[in-house]
T-cell receptor
Framework: TQLLEQSPQFLSIQEGENLTVYCNSS?????LQWYRQEPGEGPVLLVT?????EVKKLKRLTFQFGDARKDSSLHITAAQPGDTGLYLC?????????FGTGTRLTVIP | DAGITQSPRHKVTETGTPVTLRCHQT?????MYWYRQDPGHGLRLIHY???????DKGEVSDGYSVSRSKTEDFLLTLESATSSQTSVYFC?????????????FGNGTRLTVT
């Protein structure tokens, strides 16, 4: 099993606060993807990171890939209610993506 | 979204009955996947297809079969539904396998087995 651990499992914050969620593995990733899933919908890709130490920004979201390519973080600045959802990380297998169990984020207005 | 339609969106069925879920894509992508999503387990791969009539098992394939007779359609069949198969099922597509080939998901089918 390609185990991916995400933390925290649940996070509830006030609008305007900053937050960071994490994705960790004991194995090295060739690449890692972050998805966001809203209730009643399928996950939607946010970003793919490939290079150790890579940082990518998507508006208020900052994604970092660890130097050793075993972990990743997602930082959200000034969270908004529209950021509410389930954040999933995934890593590539031979013909598959393996997913973590996700961080469920609630941003309270 | 992204040209993926799952049907039905909701289904309630009884234990022991066969059930077929359909995934239809308009993107002409080669790869299609069926996942199930359960609390505490995340998304787990059931079966996938890498071309017409080419399929393979995922990590939770027991009790499920698939067929792909056309590029655009990927069917998931529960041969004899059990309560443990109550779940939300997602179809996904991609135009490549492995690295840097993101998945595009449908909006899911919520299946309840009573």
């Amino acid at each position: 099993t390609q185990l991916l651990e995400q933390s925290p499992q649940f996070l509830s914050i006030q609008e305007g606060e900053n937050l960071t969620v994490y994705c960790n593995s004991s194995s090295v990733f060739s690449s890692l993807q972050w998805y966001r899933q809203e209730p009643g919908e399928g996950p939607v890709l946010l970003v793919t990171v490939v290079t150790g130490g890579e940082v990518k920004k998507l508006k208020r979201l900052t994604f970092q890939f660890g130097d050793a390519r075993k972990d990743s973080s997602l930082h959200i600045t000034a969270a908004q209610p529209g950021d509410t959802g389930l954040y999933l990380c995934s890593r590539t297998g031979a013909n598959n993506l393996f997913f973590g169990t996700g961080t469920r984020l609630t941003v309270i207005p | 979204d992204a040209g993926i339609t799952q049907s039905p969106r909701h289904k309630v069925t009884e234990t022991g009955t066969p059930v077929t879920l359909r995934c239809h894509q308009t993107e002409n992508h080669r790869y299609m996947y069926w996942y199930r999503q359960d609390p505490g387990h995340g998304l787990r791969l059931i079966h996938y297809s890498y071309g017409v009539k080419d399929t393979d098992k995922g990590e939770v394939s027991d009790g499920y079969s698939v067929s792909r007779s056309k590029t655009e359609d990927f069917l998931l069949t529960l041969e004899s539904a059990t309560s443990s198969q109550t779940s939300v099922y997602f179809c996904a597509i991609s135009d490549g396998a492995g690295t840097n080939s993101p998945l595009h998901f449908g909006n899911g089918t919520r299946l309840t087995v009573t």
